[in-house]
Structures are given as C-alpha cells and as structure tokens.
C-alpha cells in the first residue's frame, strides 16, 4: 500500500537513468511515456484505494488531493509525450544521439519531480521538488540552443529560482512559526490541523511570501513575464507538460499553503492575495492575447489566463469552488498538452490537422462554467462579473485567431517552408492520445460518478 | 557557560562578517574579486551555524555546518570562478548604479529590512523552549542580504554577476532560517544545498553558451523575445 508511493518516483528514476545510459533509439523514445503511464496508474490506484499512505515519517503521503493531482501528472504526461512521439524512423537505426538521450532523461525527471511534489506531506520536500522542476526543464527550454531558446532558458531559470526561493523563505518562516509554538515541523498535516498555536503576525508574512514565490512558478501576473518566453521556445511536448501541469503543480503549492493560511488566519488574507492576482492574470492575458501573432505564445497566453481563474476560485473557496477548480486544473491540463502537441506539428509544416485547435477550445470552455457557478454562490458577484467579461475578451482573441488558421485564405505562395524549428517535432504523429484526452475532457465535466465523488474527496482534504 | 559567551560572540561576529560581505558586494566590481567575498561570505554562514550549534547544543548542525562550507564555501565559488575565466569577462562595467547610489541603498535596504521584520522578531525572540532567543534578533541581518540579493540581481547586466546576486539571496534566506528556526529539518536542508548546487551550474552553463553564441554581453543584449 505505502509501497504505491515509492512507484512514481523509482520509476522517473530507473526510466531516466535507462533513457541516459541504454543506447536505444526506443528505450530514448518510450521512456517518458512508460513514466507517464506509470504515474497514472499509481494516481488511480490511490484514488481507488481510497487510504491515505504515509512513508519515511510524511516524506510522502497521498490523500485524496495528492492522488488526483498524481493522476493529472500521469495523464498530461502521457498526452504530451505520447502525442509527441514522431513517426519511427525506418531507415536509420543508428543509436539516439547525446542531446536524444539527455531530453528524453530530463523529461523523466521532470516528471518524477512533479510526482514527489504533490505526494509528500513535508512543505520543504515540496518546495525542494519544484525547484527540481526549475532544474531539470532548464535545459528542455533551451533543448534547441539557439539564441532565443537561451534567452529564454536564461529569463526562466533566473525569475523561476528567485521566485521559488521566496517561497523557501516563506516555508522556513512556517517553520520557525511552528518552532515557537512549541514543534518544530514541516508538516502539512500538522500545520493545517489548527492544534499548533501558531503565531499570526508570522503566519501571515511566511503565508504571503510562499504564495508569492509559488505564484510566480505557476505562472500568475504580475510574476509571469517567463512564461511566454519559456512556453514558446520550449519543444512542443515539453511546453504540454509545462503549461498542462507544472503551473497546476506549483497551483497546488498555493491550495495548500492556503490551508494553513485559512486555519490561523482566517480566509481573508489569501482571498485578497489570490483574488488580485488572479484578475491581474486575466487581465494581462486578455489585453497581450488580442495582439499575438505567435500562436504558441497566444497558448502560453491562454495559460496564464486559466491560472488567474484557478486562483479566483480558489480565492472564492468552499467545497464547490475547490472541485471546480481541480476539475479545471484537469480539463485545462489535457487540453492545453493537446493543442501544445498539435501546435508543434503545425509548426512542423503549416497545415494538416489544424482542426483539433479549434475542437480543444471549444471544449475547454465548459470548464470555466463551473468555477463561475460556484462564484455567483459564495456571493462574489463583482469579481465574477469582471471575470466573465474578460473571459470573453479572451474567448474573442483566441477564436479569432483560430478561425483564421482553420478558415483563412491559404498563402499564395503555397510551396512548402522549410521547417524552421526542428526541435518541435514533425508533422505526423500518433492522434490517439490526442483524440482519448480531448474525449476526457469533453466528458469529465459531466461525470458525477466517479469524478465528482473523488473532486469532493480532494476538496474536502483542504477543510473547505 | 563560557560555551554561551563564546556563542554569542561568534554569533555577532558572523552576522557582522555576513551583512559587511553583503555591502561588498554591492559596491564591488572584479567578478573575480565578487567571487572571493561570495566565498568568504560562505565561509560565515557555515561559522554561524557552528555558533548556533554551541547554543542549541545540536550535533546536527554540526553536520550541516560542513555541508554549508563545501558547498557555499567552496563547490559553488569554484564553479564561478571557473566560468568566469572561461568567458574572459572579469569586470562589471554597466551597472546601472554607480557605487555611492549603491551604498545608499543598501543603507535604506538594511531599515527597512529591520522594520519589516518585526513580527518575525517578536514572534520568534522570546527565551521559551523551542523559541530562538538572542539569534533572533538578528534575522535582519538575513532579511538584508535577501533585499540585496534582489538588488544585485535587478541592476546588474552581466550574466555571472546576476548569479552572485541570486546565490546572496539564497545565503539571505538561509541565514533566516539558521537564526530564526536553527534551519530547517537535515534532509530538507540537503534537498535545498543540492537544487542551489544545481541551479548555480546551469546557470553557469547557460551564460557559457550564450556567451559562445551571442558575444560578450549577454543579459543586456536578451531583446528578442517581447511582447
């Protein structure tokens, strides 16, 4: 049973280590997906399962939150490195070169950060795997090594490590706190269960700045300047991991930290913080979305913009908000991979299987519908409003700029470009993962039986 | 008792020894030079931690001291100065603050470091059990070197000496960790050296390449993606 906690981890690390050691061109290409597989298998277990295991005193521990957020990790892995997968190639057999190996390696280790991220119960553990996502994406981002994925490998690490080392002063202030009110811990447990007479003058300025540093991991305004930089250079499955889970990651850094926050403080401190950042976010994105004329930076936009509405609902809290929120987190983690994929091929030639972008966002919009609802109950009438009508800015940029690459006139000159960015990946690929994610999401937002049951569960874990 | 007083004095003397670095470096331009500080400033976290072990009479910090003076002491000043011969760039010649301009800062950086850390003093001050006593009133000292860390990171335009500023921070935030908590839990603590360990690396990596492929100045010429 504990045993199910080790899985995730060990296998990123014997994946990664085969795909750096084995000179195979499939050991190179299946790894990420076996991880990813891996991982979401492990997730579903621990929902089924329906304990909560602990191992190594809380160096890790899955309730029903972490369990979900496992399963997303596994499934947004899957969608983007299996939909990432290029055409076999036949003719050449020779082993992966150098820079095959170490990205196929990086991208186990990324995802097995992610993994020890949301299952340990240890706040430090948690901020020491993020930090690992910064590190083991550094080099994915500028996988190309051209000037502009350095630069934007560059912008990233530096805003992601300094961001997230706010976080770490933040923890290390819960700690202190914790310290003084008679034990020392980093537990989550410990820290939200109210039985710790914490110091509020002190939860409230550690809460402020670890929200902020993981706040600007996940991606939310005014801390997002990376995002679009790092999301538009990075190959095309990578920036699906990055966008569809590294945000939700570092997101439920904040859900947790929340917890605390809202246990010693009560909710108004971290409704305000999560309530400004998120309508900053939305807006950002709906004012720079209308104007992009790079479309993976239009998706990195969109990113930010689904953010900003995680941490609105979040901001509104109670049961209902919380489950709407995680529901997105899914939805937008499957759909955001999917179009990142689809937008790699395309970049890979203009052309061919334009018709999924516009499908994914049609589909991602029913997401939204939910957080809204739950908004109108709590009773935040104002800032829903103000968030509805920048959704629909936002809604108006993309469909925009969609329709016109599914329906605008072709290019005259209609001789095929030379592929300018060779890292993407290639035009052709396997369309079953892409389709069975699309299918998820489409559906997920209408199943009460299982999904709804086990939002509830993961919802409830957070007190609300 | 003399173990007390001798704790005490070594706490003073390297939180002096921490805060003076950390002007140093504000106002320094060698890179090589800023490298030698960033190790000596190393050098007194470690020490500060020893002196915090004598108070709290942890043979744990003990073992962190040592990880704290390989690791900010000598592995990561090592790979600095290695990059630095390696990109042939030995001073920071664009600052965009001339030394006195840094110096005042710095000065109103240290208030309101002591201002606003207060609520962290009053919490963590009192001489209970478990509570941090006179280490505490130091965690200024911590908060300053994160505010100059922010500094050095936002006016400097040469790619290695934006490192320096993000390795300052991180000395700034342990120290608040070593004085307000005596540091967070061993495996934590190991996790946080390795990832600072790494990220110094890659940085360095990264400003190795760029250096290769754009030329002599890197931060300041990273135009090309904007909105």
Known sequence: MAALLLIPPLAALVFGLAAAFVRSTAVARLSGVSTSAVVLAAGIALLALGKVPELGGGLLRADALSAFMLAVVGAVGLTSTWGGLGPRDHGAASAPTTGQRRYAALVCVFLGAMSVAVSTDNLGVLWVAVEATTIATAFLVGHQGTRRSLEAAWKYVVLGSVGVAIALLGVVLLYAASRSAGEATLSWVALASGELQLDPGLTKVAAGLAVLGFATKAGLAPMHSWLPDAHSQAPAPVSGLMSGVLLAVAFYAILRIQAIADMVLGPSLMRGLLLTAGLLSLAVAAALILRQRDYKRMLAYSSIEHMGLLAVGAAIGGPFAVAAVLLHVLGHGLAKATLFVVAGRILATEGSTRIEDVRALLARHPRCMGIVMAGWRAGLGWAMGLTLALLLVLFAGLARASAAMVLGAPVSDAAPRHPMHPGHGSPEGPMTPLVLALAVTAVAGFLSVPLGTVLLRAAAVLGS | ?227
Do not use: C, H
């Not at chain 2, 000292?141 to 320096?164: D, K, P, Y």
């Not at chain 2, 700034?172 to 360990?197: N, Y």
């Open chain 2, 1 to 227: 008792m003399t173990t007390a007083i001798l704790a005490t004095q070594l706490l003073a003397l390297t939180t002096g020894v921490l805060l003076v670095t950390s002007v140093l470096l504000v106002w320094q331009r060698s890179l090589a030079s800023a490298v030698r500080v960033l190790a000596v400033q190393g050098g007194a976290l470690a020490l500060l931690v020893v002196a915090i072990g004598l108070t709290e009479g942890d043979a744990e910090l003990f073992v962190v001291a040592v990880v704290v003076l390989a690791l900010k002491a000598i592995a990561i000043p090592l790979v600095l100065a290695r990059a630095i011969r390696s990109s042939g760039v030995e001073r920071e010649d664009k600052p965009l603050l001339n030394p006195t301009a840094g110096l005042v800062i710095v000065a109103l950086l240290t208030t309101l470091a002591y201002l606003v850390s207060t609520p962290i003093v009053a919490a963590t001050g009192g001489t209970g059990a478990g509570e941090a006593g006179p280490a505490a009133f130091s965690a200024p000292v911590g908060l300053t070197m994160v505010l100059v860390g922010f500094l050095l990171l936002t006016t400097r335009r040469r790619a290695l000496s934006q490192v320096v500023g993000f390795l300052v921070l991180d000395n700034g935030i342990a120290t608040v960790g070593f004085l307000t908590a005596a540091g967070v839990p061993l495996v934590v603590e190991l996790g946080v050296s390795l990832d600072v360990l790494l990220v110094a690396l890659i940085l360095a990596v990264l400003s190795g390449r760029m250096g290769a492929l754009i030329g002599q100045d890197p931060v300041s010429m990273m135009t090309e993606l904007r909105d």
